[in-house]
């Protein structure tokens, strides 16, 4: 992360996606150690380490927190204590607009939301392996467009993939994930340049 705290720090990495993306501004906000709460987002110094961290407190202890990134699949390994100088997330900044980081009860409903969500997208990743095969005779051909740097893939008038911003690849839209999987349209359909406009079945 680069970091300038006084005003914010930009995160980058995947431990906390549908809560943070790459190249979101976070607002830290000291607070006394022992107000911070399960549910809350907190940034901390790991021990031996100078780039912070930023996961959701999962855990009280006497003097420490137990946390979790909301997209990882297990709590951290090390407890954090107060010489780690966590502070709270409380705000980001996304294209110009700021929005509240929930912390407490609704912190804690909306790690629940996710770690759901994760774990739906992995049964919809496993039926779509076995299913994909039987249906790759019924499945439509898809065209390729990119507009402004985004690249989009339509079957017929509906989006079923899109680029992703930070360049890692295709992320399919729910349904579609039976039809194809993001490994085979990276290798299909790199996107081409700006305006550009293919077909392939």
Same mark, same amino acid.
């Given at each position: ?17 549908? !809560? ?27 021990p031996g380490s ?26 951290? *390994? ?7 100088m966590p502070m ?21 409903? !909306? ?11 992995? !049964?919809?990743? =496993? ?20 507009? =402004? ?9 509906? !989006? =079923? ?15 579609? *994930? ?24």
């Amino acid at each position: 992360m680069k970091t300038g705290i006084n005003g914010g720090f930009y995160y980058r990495g995947g431990s906390m996606l549908r !809560v943070f993306r790459a190249g979101d501004r976070l607002l830290p906000v000291p607070k006394p150690f022992r107000s911070l709460k399960r549910g809350d987002v907190i940034c901390f110094l790991p021990p031996g380490s100078r780039t912070r961290v930023v996961h959701r407190i999962v855990g009280c202890g006497e003097n420490s927190f137990r946390t979790q990134g909301d997209n990882n699949a297990r709590p951290d *390994r090390l407890p954090v204590t107060p010489e780690q100088m966590p502070m709270l997330v409380a705000a980001r900044v996304r294209r110009g607009r700021r929005s509240r980081v929930h912390g407490g009860a609704i912190g804690r409903i !909306v790690f629940r939301i996710n770690r759901f969500r994760r774990f739906f997208r992995g !049964v919809v990743s =496993a039926l779509g392996g076995r299913l994909r095969p039987l249906l790759r005779p019924f499945r439509p051909g898809l065209r390729l467009v990119s507009r =402004a740097g985004r690249g989009l893939l339509y079957a017929g008038d509906t !989006v =079923a993939a899109v680029r992703r911003a930070d360049g890692e690849g295709w992320r399919l839209r729910r349904g579609w *994930r039976f039809f194809y999987s993001a490994d085979e349209l990276n290798r299909l359909y790199p996107v081409p340049g700006d305006g550009a406009e293919h077909g392939r079945q």
